[in-house]
Every structure is written in structure tokens, then in C-alpha cells.
């Protein structure tokens, strides 16, 4: 393929565990990929893959701030996204969603660049609606310790819609559900990373609550199958749409399953439950299934397994393992 005719494309947050996967995604699949990120929770590690190829760049910049670049797709990934890290700063946090929003908006105007936002079921808050569909608005608090993550992603969705209507911009709206795999960071406090770690070294499972509240979790390889199909899809279907897996389960049950998958004698130790943290929550995928023909197809203990690998390996080369529970298991 002639430079010329190559798509280029921006991948906002590209050094996180998403952004990552999508970098890759989207060389292998032939775009010119420059890949912005601050490394506020991201690393370049999690580049290694894709550094080298002549099809990716590397840009440090903070999307608070305008961005001058010529690309003909955004997508938008930059935010901190486990409630650990998007807390430790939360003004931060609100101006990620908030002004990064604006700045990447004025910035497909201007190149007319067709863009695409990573949502979350977080705007769905602690929903009074089960399963999630788009068309539930959603039950937020908007001055709890989760709202700077919850209402910076409502307002990112409402100048992306408000861009659309008032410029004619074509925009994509993706509401992500829990997403999990391998690149998740050890220490972002995500329940699926912390269970992993924890089952790994053989410490006590921290179960927030009783454990009795429910996620639906999606395997990383699904959720980039999602992102590209609607990015690729009409001008005219702009979301939002939940992109997640609807395999629903309570937490007691992920921690059980993960000990299990592991090998470990850790124990379950049951802490206190977070403030706003979700009762219920799985997507309603009725849309995507039809608009994308889109649905997950690994099981929860297909991912899981890879995701413990991926765990068991970096806490070995860290020398954080001493005798790993997968490999004694396997063995
Ligand atoms: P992550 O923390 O691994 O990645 C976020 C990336 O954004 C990091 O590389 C970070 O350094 C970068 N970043 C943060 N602030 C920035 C800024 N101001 N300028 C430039 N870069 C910045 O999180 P993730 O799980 O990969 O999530 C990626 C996106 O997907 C986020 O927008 C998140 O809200 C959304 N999302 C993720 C999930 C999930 O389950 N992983 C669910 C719903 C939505
Ligand atoms: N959780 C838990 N133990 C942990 C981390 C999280 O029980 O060590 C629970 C948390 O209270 C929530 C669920 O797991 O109910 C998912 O938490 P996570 O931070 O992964 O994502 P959320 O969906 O809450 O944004």
C-alpha cells in the first residue's frame, strides 16, 4: 500500500492496557499509528511489540493541552480508568475527560477526522435498571468519590454528541464494560488484576463487601474486535453503544474462580466496600449485535487463564514470585 493512501491514525492513551492492544491492532491491520500518551498510568513497556515498527510513533504530550497533528481517525483513550487511579487525582481526572474531550473534538473538526470516545458503563452509575441498555440514563452521584470519572465521561459524551449536531462531526461512542486480559496494570486495585496478583503470591483475596455485587467481564482481543467494527461501521450509527460481555457475575464467584484457575491456597478476606461502588451491573448488547454483528466469544475462564499467564510471568521477572502457583499447578 502506497504511504499516501494508509489511513492515519491517532490512539490517545495508547500506552495503557487498551490503548496498547488497539496500537497493535491497528498496525497489524496496516494504519499509520502515532500514539499519544503522558504516562500518567500507561508505560512504554507496554509498547514493546508495536515500537519498532516503522508503522507507529510515539508522542508524550497531555491531551489537557491542543494537540496540532494531521490524522484521519481518532481514537480516544486517554483517561485513567480503576477507580484507584482515577481518584489519586480527580481534578485531573475530570479535565482528562473533560478538556482532553474538547481539545481532540476541535482537533477532528479542523483535520476532520472522524473520532471515536472509549465510554464506560460508568455513566450508567449505580444503575436502578438491569441489564443496561443505551437508552437508560443513568443513576450518578455527582459529588461522590467516583463522580469525577462518572460525570467527566458524561460530559466527554455530551460535547461528542453536541460536536456531531453542531458541526456535523462523525463521531463514535463506545460504552465500555469491565475489560480485562493481559497489560492490566499489577497495582491499579482493578478486581480482576488484584485477585490475579493476590492468587499469584498466595495473599489473602480482598473481597470488598460480600462480594455479592455483580460485573460482567470482557476479554481484551473481544473488545478490540468491537471498537474496530464500529469505527468502521456507517457514518449514520454513532452510538452510544455498550460494547461489553453479558456473562454476569458476583465477585465471590471471580475470586473463587480465580483461586481455582491458579492453583492457590489463598484465603478470601472480606473488606469494606467502596463508596457508590456498583451493585449490578452487565450490558444489554442487543444493538451492537445487530448494528455491528458484534458479539464476545471468549469465556470468562479462557481469559482468565491468559491473563494469569501474562500476570505470572511479569511478577517472575520482577522477582515477585518465588515459586509460581501456575507453573507448581501445571506441573
Ligand atoms: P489505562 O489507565 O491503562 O490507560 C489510560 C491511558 O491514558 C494511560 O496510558 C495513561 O497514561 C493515559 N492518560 C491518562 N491521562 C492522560 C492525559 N491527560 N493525556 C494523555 N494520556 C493520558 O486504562 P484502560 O483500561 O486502558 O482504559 C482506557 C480507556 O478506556 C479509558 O478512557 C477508560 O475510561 C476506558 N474504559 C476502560 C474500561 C476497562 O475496563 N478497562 C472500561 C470502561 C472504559
Ligand atoms: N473489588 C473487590 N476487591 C478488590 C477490587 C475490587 O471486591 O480487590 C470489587 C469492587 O468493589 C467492585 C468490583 O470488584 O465491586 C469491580 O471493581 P473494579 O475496581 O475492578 O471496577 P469497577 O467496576 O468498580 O469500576
Keep these: 500500500m502506497k504511504d499516501s493512501q494508509r489511513r492515519r491514525v491517532l490512539v490517545t492513551g495508547g500506552a495503557g492496557f487498551l490503548g496498547s492492544h488497539l496500537c497493535e491492532r491497528l498496525v497489524a491491520d496496516g494504519a499509520d499509528v502515532l500514539c499519544v500518551d503522558n504516562f500518567y498510568t500507561g508505560t512504554k513497556d507496554n509498547l514493546r511489540a508495536v515500537a519498532a515498527e516503522p508503522l507507529f510513533e510515539l508522542l508524550r504530550h497531555d491531551i489537557t493541552f491542543p494537540l496540532y497533528v494531521e490524522v484521519d481517525e481518532i481514537y480516544n483513550l486517554a483517561c485513567p480508568a480503576s477507580p484507584v487511579h482515577y481518584q489519586f487525582d480527580p481534578v485531573q481526572t475530570t479535565k482528562t475527560s473533560v478538556h482532553g474531550a474538547i481539545n481532540m473534538l476541535g482537533l477532528a473538526k479542523r483535520v476532520k477526522a472522524k473520532i471515536f470516545q472509549a465510554s464506560t458503563s ?6 436502578t435498571v438491569h441489564p443496561q441498555k443505551e437508552n437508560y440514563w443513568g443513576h450518578v452521584n455527582p459529588v461522590g468519590a467516583r463522580s469525577c470519572y462518572d460525570e467527566g465521561k458524561r460530559c466527554a459524551e455530551t460535547l461528542f454528541f453536541d460536536y456531531r449536531r ?14 480485562y486480559g493481559p497489560r492490566m496494570h499489577p497495582n491499579d486495585g482493578r478486581v480482576v488484576s488484584n485477585f490475579i496478583v493476590q492468587a499469584l503470591q498466595g495473599k489473602p483475596i480482598s473481597v470488598y463487601g460480600k462480594g455479592r455485587q455483580t460485573r460482567s467481564f470482557c476479554y481484551v482481543s473481544d473488545l478490540m474486535d468491537g471498537i474496530v467494527k464500529l469505527m468502521a461501521s456507517d457514518d449514520d450509527f454513532t452510538g452510544p453503544v455498550n460494547l461489553g460481555n453479558p456473562h454476569e457475575c458476583t465477585v465471590l464467584e471471580l475470586a473463587e474462580r480465580i483461586i481455582e484457575l491458579c492453583g492457590s491456597r489463598s484465603q478470601i478476606v472480606f473488606e469494606p466496600l467502596p463508596s457508590d461502588d456498583p451493585a449490578r451491573r452487565c450490558p444489554d448488547i442487543t444493538l451492537a449485535r445487530a448494528m455491528l454483528k458484534w458479539e464476545p466469544t471468549v469465556p470468562l475462564a479462557e481469559g482468565l487463564a491468559r491473563t494469569i499467564e501474562y500476570f505470572d510471568q511479569l511478577l517472575r521477572n520482577r522477582g515477585q514470585l518465588r515459586n509460581s502457583a501456575v507453573s507448581e499447578a501445571r506441573a
Excluded at 460508568?122 to 444503575?127: L, S, T
Excluded at 458541526?167 to 463506545?174: D, I, M, S, W
Design 122 to 127: 460508568e455513566v450508567y452509575g449505580d444503575p
Design 166 to 179: 453542531q458541526h456535523n462531526l462523525p463521531v463514535k461512542v463506545a460504552r465500555i464494560f469491565n475489560t
